[in-house]
């Protein structure tokens, strides 16, 4: 975890600084794990569509990677344009 996300947090002891950055860590690992389920799912119910063999066919594996792709460059554009907006707000105060 980033210590910079403590940076408001010192005037509280020492054991609720620990308490926090468990609950920040266990926050993001939840998160990270939501947006991987979510990811799945889509890509899966997007682009398999046949259970006759084991195996993905090509055309399925190349939906499933373009798929996967634009998902995760998606994610990222929300998530840097989340942290401009946030920036934005902080110097605006």
Do not use: W
């Not at 939840?30 to 947006?35: A, Q, V």
């Not at 259970?51 to 929300?78: I, W, Y």
């Amino acid at each position: 975890m980033d210590k910079n996300m403590l940076a408001g947090l010192e005037g509280l002891p020492e054991e609720d600084k620990i308490r926090m950055s468990a609950m920040i860590d266990h926050l993001q690992l939840r998160d990270s794990l939501r947006m991987y389920n979510s990811l799945v799912e889509r890509c899966f119910s997007d682009c398999v569509d046949n259970f006759t063999r084991k195996t993905l066919q090509k055309q399925e594996e190349t939906c499933v990677a373009r798929c996967a792709e634009k998902f995760l460059k998606h994610s990222m554009r929300v998530g840097l344009r989340f942290a401009e907006l946030n920036s934005q707000a902080a110097t605006q105060d």
